[in-house]
């Protein structure tokens, strides 16, 4: 394993190709736009200006993490010859398809394809290539540089030579990587989203202010940051359509969205990136 394509640089992707690069891989960022590829090198510079800061790194590391990476719209160039292939675009069913099913024809046989999507079955992705036992889900966490934990995702057809490959590889990356089967939002946001859903209830019937609930969360259950806060932070349209496929894939009603955010989305509230969500960022 030495050479990585990302595709996509917005907040997972920049995060995917800076962990890399800083463990020596040779990275092609790939994106849609010019202007959105020099906004990720930004952030990754600020970032590992942060790490400078810290003692975590040097200057010098700094300078070989960026030569590390390539920034391309060509995503074709960019698939001459990875080992690995990680996907972070938007989480969009079809979107994701399109990049498979176009990575899978362009790239040599030996190219592992990896999905950081959030919810979406690596199954069925899986199934818009000719090399299901390559494909396999990679779930990072925001921020990927940061957070000890990938979800390492076996879809049905995923080989025992793919997973093992990509536990091996997420553990020279310093990260722990934790195996788990594909059923809808897979373990965490099985667990995390309906508990923010429910958080989200608790504002609607106002069984207490926004404040109050996370606050409950914090010190009563000694979560880092309050339910309400952590999915602002992830972005309410997220939590939205992670809710809608928890809901189709199990057709239960315990994972209906709860209205108040239907209601936020709709109106644009989306949380952090909007500047308006359950609290204000401006
Ligand atoms: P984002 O909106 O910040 O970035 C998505 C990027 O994909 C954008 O830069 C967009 O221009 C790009 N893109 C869209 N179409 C493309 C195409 N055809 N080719 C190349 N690039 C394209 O989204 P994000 O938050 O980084 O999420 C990306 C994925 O990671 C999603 O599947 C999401 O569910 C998953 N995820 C997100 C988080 C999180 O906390 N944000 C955590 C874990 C996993």
Redesign the pocket.
Known sequence: MKNIVV???????NGIAHLFAQNNYDVYL???SDE?LQKALKIISNNLDRQIKKGEITEEQKNSTLTNIKATTN?ESALQNPDLVIE????NIN?KKD?FNKVDKISPPKTIIAS???SISITELAQSTKRAEKVIGM????PVPVIKLIEVIRGKSTSDETCKIIMDLSKSLNKTPVEVNDFPGFVTNRILIPMLNEAIYCVMQKVAEPEAIDTVMKLGMNHPMGPLTLADY??LD?CLSIMNVLYEGFKDPKYLPCPLLLEMVANGNLGRKTGKGFFNYN
Do not use: K, P, Q, R
């Open positions: 595709v996509g640089c917005g907040t997972m992707g790939n994106d849609i959105y995503l972070a675009v938007s989480e979107l990049i950081n999507t959030s779930h990072f966490m925001n992830i972005g997220v």
